[in-house]
């Protein structure tokens, strides 16, 4: 099992970057495929990002495509996703998710462990 705690998320406006954070600890993420989900308010939980492993497949979201990013740092046991051009439907709970399976899977089922989560709220 895999403990995961997000950190970074904050008050931004449309346009601007955003840079959430993925620590692990207990074991380390090259053991799993990695993602990204997020959850707005009133709305069920949707998948952003996926990195597969051990190697860098990606996988995205639409709605995120060519703007964000998912990224990790092996040293630092860590999982990025750097958002880039954000939009006020960007506005969510984001959350951090390992899967003990290889492919980088947009299938919330498939992540056995999840962070508590980091809020993200993007204005105009």
């Known amino acids: 099992q895999v403990q995961l705690v997000e950190s970074g998320g904050g008050l931004v406006q449309a346009g601007d970057s955003l840079r959430l954070s993925c620590a692990a600890s207990?074991?380390?993420?090259?053991?799993?495929?990695m993602g990204w989900f997020r959850q707005a308010p009133g709305k069920d939980r949707e998948f952003v990002a996926a990195r597969a492993r051990p190697d860098t497949r990606t996988n995205y979201a639409d709605s995120v495509k060519g703007r964000f990013t998912i990224f990790r740092d092996n040293a630092k046991n860590t999982v990025y996703l750097q958002m880039n051009n954000l939009k006020l439907d960007d506005t969510a709970v984001y959350y951090c998710a390992a899967s003990p399976y290889s492919s980088a899977s947009s299938n919330s089922g498939d992540y056995t462990d999840w962070g508590q989560g980091t809020q993200v709220t993007v204005s105009s």
């Open positions: 207990g074991r380390s993420v090259t053991a799993y495929a």
